[in-house]
């Protein structure tokens, strides 16, 4: 019997989708390197507030958002997890930045 798992298939696809988003996102190299250091540095600080005095773990996340949040400045695109609160509140949102958007084709002819 052939299984087929549908639901993998369909997460496989997030997945893969969720990461072409998240390369788009972060294209200029101190970006992306500054993310591989935030991101582990922002998780385990959510770990460090179970195993360790809380300022250790509240320090850590506070300095892994803050390095992305660095990242995000030199890439010129907004922080993904404020982006849908800028969205809510009606402000400007740079998702991807400028410099890296895909032209928007043209519109066909009448």
């Given at each position: 019997?052939?299984?087929?798992?549908?639901?993998?298939?369909?997460?496989?696809?997030?997945a893969?989708?969720?990461?072409?988003?998240?390369?788009?996102?972060h294209?200029?190299?101190?970006?992306?390197?500054?993310?591989?250091?935030?991101?582990?540095?922002?998780?385990?600080?959510?770990?460090?507030?179970?195993?360790?005095p809380?300022?250790?773990?509240?320090?850590?996340?506070?300095?892994?958002?803050?390095?992305?949040?660095?990242?995000?400045?030199?890439?010129?695109?907004?922080v993904?997890?404020?982006?849908?609160?800028k969205?809510?509140?009606?402000?400007?949102?740079?998702a991807?930045?400028?410099?890296?958007?895909k032209?928007?084709?043209?519109?066909?002819?009448?």
């Amino acid at each position: 019997m052939k299984y087929r798992f549908p639901i993998a298939r369909k997460l496989l696809a997030l997945a893969g989708r969720a990461r072409r988003n998240w390369l788009e996102r972060h294209q200029t190299p101190a970006n992306y390197w500054i993310h591989m250091v935030g991101i582990p540095l922002a998780v385990a600080g959510v770990l460090l507030l179970f195993v360790a005095p809380w300022y250790w773990g509240v320090g850590a996340i506070i300095v892994g958002y803050l390095l992305q949040w660095i990242g995000h400045r030199i890439e010129g695109n907004d922080v993904g997890e404020f982006i849908p609160i800028k969205r809510w509140l009606g402000w400007p949102v740079v998702a991807i930045a400028p410099q890296y958007q895909k032209p928007s084709p043209p519109p066909p002819p009448a």
